[in-house]
């Protein structure tokens, strides 16, 4: 059974970096056949898609985003990141990280996510 | 960038009737289709994927229908743990999104 798992700070400064980790148990993020994904939630709101990362290397991001993202992997630790550059009070949501099953379908394992809140 | 527009934003109803939950896209997304069950403090739960095939472990009461761009999902026979804000996604076109949610509530 797939299980990952959010860590990172709480609380980030306006401007600053939003660094969050997602630790995966149960198979590993080398696998071919899954994409490693971000997607957050505005208190109250829908769910927005982040981006994207995959073993080859190949990444895909929100436009919205793109300028200020960055997704990353550490196949030796079996986990993957994100970084959210120049971060606002419009990025406070919860972030939560999930498997995406690429060409054979949508994110099927979520892990239980992490609230960031933007604030000084 | 596709928008999915789900309806009714809200729906009331008693547990052993049925739910019928509507999103539509503004393209064709073929059937690349999804719906997801959330809970308060919980992450989404996937139900269906691609139009019509049930996720492991997900009921038969679920069921989905559609093609291009409108889309149902199905409850029959809700029970009392179906009662949750549900959302569609789509994986047809970058990026990837979702629907505002339709929340289910106990009438």
């Known amino acids: 059974q797939v299980q990952l798992q959010e860590s990172g700070p709480g609380l980030v400064k306006p401007s600053q970096t939003l660094s969050l980790t997602c630790s995966v148990s149960g198979g590993p993020i080398t696998s071919d056949n899954y994409y490693w994904s971000w997607i957050r939630q505005p208190a109250g709101k829908e769910l927005e898609w982040i981006g994207r990362i995959h073993i080859s290397g190949s990444t895909d991001y929100n436009a919205s985003l793109k300028s200020r993202v960055t997704i990353s992997m550490d196949t030796a630790k079996n986990q993957f990141s994100l970084m959210l550059t120049s971060v606002t009070a419009a990025d406070t949501a919860v972030y939560y990280c999930a498997r995406d099953r690429g060409a054979m379908g949508p994110e099927d394992y979520w892990g239980q996510g992490t609230l960031v809140t933007v604030s000084s | 960038e596709i928008v999915l527009t789900q309806s009714p934003a809200t729906l009331s109803l008693s547990p052993g009737e049925r739910a019928t939950l509507s999103c539509r896209a503004s393209q064709s997304v073929s059937s690349y289709l999804a719906w997801y069950q959330q809970k308060p403090g919980q992450a989404p739960r996937l139900l269906i994927y691609?139009?019509?095939n049930r996720a492991t472990g997900i009921p038969a009461r679920f069921s989905g229908s559609g093609s291009g761009t409108d889309f149902t999902l199905t409850i029959s026979g809700l029970e009392p743990e179906d009662f949750a804000v549900y959302y569609c996604h789509q994986r047809a076109i970058w990026p990837r999104a979702f629907g505002q949610g339709t929340r289910l509530e106990v009438k």
């Open positions: 691609d139009t019509s």
